[in-house]
């Protein structure tokens, strides 16, 4: 089943704990991107990554990592989490074979940082 | 800077209604302008999608108007089903949708019977 897979689906931690979200998808896909979704914000993307070793900011980068090492995989790390990062977190993939495609979106990290 | 506007942030509409969903957007180099559908406790789902050189895409009981030289567009639901609530989130990209991609706030979009 095609799919994009995210873990954990829900963590709470604690201030100053680093952490890491693990994004997998199994298309074959060159584009990649974390999102954030929080209440009256809607989605607001974090990073991206067009292909392998190829990253660049989405709109709110600050305070988070990514690194693009593989084609299916992109985690995104918190080295120093705090509680303005609490939200829920979605990564998406999408094939670069021709532009307009659709983008799939994975279940859902839900974060809580205390 | 909140570069693409979507109203109303609720939306109430009777089965058999029409909803409608706007959208504003600044950029003018934008060139994709998707329409997402996310259903409680999962990921948003691509609904339509639309280029600026149409001005109006239809899918089913879906309809996206696109207005370029008032950088606007707008989903149209009709008949609007209970299955159709959930909450929808517009987007703009440029080249494609192979960069940076700017949503909307979300609409919540509550059909009653």
């Known amino acids: 089943e095609a799919q994009v897979t995210q873990n954990p689906r829900y963590l709470i931690t604690v201030t100053g704990k680093k952490l890491t979200v693990t994004c997998s998808q199994n298309?074959?896909?060159?584009?990649m991107s974390w999102y954030r979704q929080d209440p009256g914000l809607g989605l607001r993307q974090i990073y991206y990554?067009?292909?392998?070793?190829?990253?660049d900011k989405g709109d709110v980068p600050e305070g988070y990592k990514v690194s693009r090492k593989e084609k299916r995989n992109f985690p995104l790390i918190l080295e120093s989490p705090s509680p303005n990062q609490t939200s829920l977190y979605f990564c998406?993939?999408?094939?670069?074979?021709?532009?307009?495609?659709?983008?799939?979106f994975g279940p859902g990290t839900r974060l809580t940082v205390l | 800077q909140q570069q693409v506007k979507q109203s109303p942030q609720s939306l109430i509409v009777q089965k058999g209604g029409i909803s409608i969903i706007n959208c504003a957007y600044e950029?003018?180099?934008?060139?994709?302008f998707p329409w997402y559908q996310q259903f409680p406790g999962k990921g948003p789902a691509l609904l339509i999608a639309?280029?600026?050189?149409?001005s109006e895409k239809k899918e089913g009981r879906f309809t996206i108007s696109f207005n370029k030289s008032a950088k606007q567009f707008s989903l149209h639901i009709m008949d609007s089903q209970p299955g159709d609530s959930a909450t929808y989130f517009c987007?703009?990209?440029?080249?494609?949708?192979?960069?940076?991609?700017?949503f909307g706030t979300g609409t919540k979009l509550q059909v009653i019977p």
């Open positions: 639309i280029r600026p050189d149409v």
């Open positions: 950029n003018t180099a934008f060139d994709y």
């Open positions: 990554s067009m292909n392998v070793e190829v990253t």
């Open positions: 987007a703009a990209s440029r080249d494609g949708g192979y960069q940076k991609v700017t």
């Open positions: 298309m074959n896909h060159e584009y």
């Open positions: 998406a993939s999408r094939s670069g074979s021709q532009v307009y495609n659709e983008q799939f």
